[in-house]
């Protein structure tokens, strides 16, 4: 029994010794593990500010600010803005320099002055140009507006079909406007145009389209055959965007339907009339294609941008010709700055 005693005393002293000498190894593992620790991080963070003086002291490059978190917003713009300065304001500011000067591209242009700009004020046939471009901008707006208007609520509704008629009615903006003048021209040709020989079967009798009576007429009939479907998609959009609470109430309380579109549904497509005003408006200034494919100008047809074209391309004036280039951007400007006061106002953005 005392040597198991002594054996169990034995034992106690050897695992007390173990633990003590098992921790300082332990302990000491942990300093130098802490110690291995630091110097990793010490020379981490070295070698990161090492980098960055490198960083600092070399010049970044071109390519490396323009695709820079900073600048990479910008950089997308350059083809942009060298589009509109080799396509938009080289030709303005060259288009501007020659309404100062004579010159019929063989000799050297020579310095006018105002002279140009003096002249088109006593041309006759430019204010008999101008007066018609506003004359096929006002008939155009209004008919346009008119059937866009019509169809845009008989359209309004779900009905059978409605998919093939929408698209039916965006063919005439899928086509150029100068085939289509000349599809046109054809159809409406006095002898065996298409036009005519219905109006002929149906005992109406032939119509000589490009009379100087009608032929302006014709003009803005093409034109608006092209471009009433733009009207259309946009007030159709504008009609589907309406509140319906608005127009359920007014039919509670009794309402007519033309008081409900008198009072209700042209106020709020006011917005959507006067972009539509606005963006016809500049592009009627220019019309140009269903001229070239049709009359050439003649027989009273001629109008502002064909007057443009032929004084500085048929007559080669093209120091006159771009001063009625100018005067042409300028009222487009004027024309457009006063209507898209009129659509701040209709927005409230304005007072």
Not at 12 to 24: D, E, I, P, V
Not at 27 to 42: L, P, Y
Not at 151 to 176: H, T
Request: glycine fraction near 8%.
């Amino acid at each position: 029994m005392t040597t198991a005693i002594i054996q169990k005393l034995a034992a106690r002293k050897n695992s007390g010794l173990t633990s003590l000498f098992g921790g300082a190894a332990k302990s000491a593992s942990g300093k130098r593990g802490k110690v291995m620790t630091n110097m990793a991080r010490d020379t981490t963070y070295q070698i990161s500010e090492d980098s960055r003086q490198v960083k600092a002291a070399r010049k970044p490059s071109v390519w490396e600010i323009l695709t820079s978190e900073r600048y990479f917003k910008w950089t997308l713009l350059i083809p942009l803005v060298l589009l509109l300065l080799i396509f938009m304001l080289y030709p303005l500011f060259y288009c501007i320099y020659y309404s100062f000067h004579e010159w019929g591209m063989q000799e050297d242009a020579v310095f006018i002055g105002l002279k140009n700009y003096r002249q088109m004020l006593h041309d006759k046939a430019f204010m008999e140009a101008l007066g018609r471009t506003f004359e096929v901008m006002v008939i155009c707006i209004l008919a346009e507006l008119f059937i866009g208007l019509g169809l845009a609520l008989s359209w309004n509704r779900e009905f059978r079909g409605q998919n093939i008629v929408r698209g039916l009615a965006l063919l005439p903006l899928m086509v150029a406007p100068l085939v289509l003048s000349l599809l046109w021209n054809f159809m409406l040709e006095y002898d065996f145009g298409s036009i005519n020989q219905l109006l002929s079967a149906i005992g109406l009798g032939k119509v000589y389209w490009w009379s100087p009576d009608i032929a302006l007429y014709t003009i803005c009939g093409i034109t608006i055959w092209q471009w009433f479907p733009f009207s259309v998609f946009v007030l159709l959009a504008g009609l589907r965007s309406l509140p319906r609470d608005v127009f359920e109430a007014a039919r509670v309380d009794g309402a007519s339907g033309w008081y409900t579109f008198r009072r209700l549904t042209l106020p709020m497509l006011s917005p959507l009339i006067l972009i539509i005003v606005v963006l016809r408006a500049m592009w009627l200034i220019r019309l140009f294609d269903p001229l070239y494919g049709t009359t050439r100008g003649g027989v009273k047809t001629e109008l502002l941008d064909w007057t443009v074209y032929r004084t500085a391309f048929v007559f080669f004036d093209v120091g006159y010709g771009s001063s009625m280039a100018i005067f042409s951007l300028f009222l487009t400007i004027a024309i457009c700055a006063v209507m898209f006061r009129m659509l701040m106002k209709a927005l409230g953005v304005i007072k």
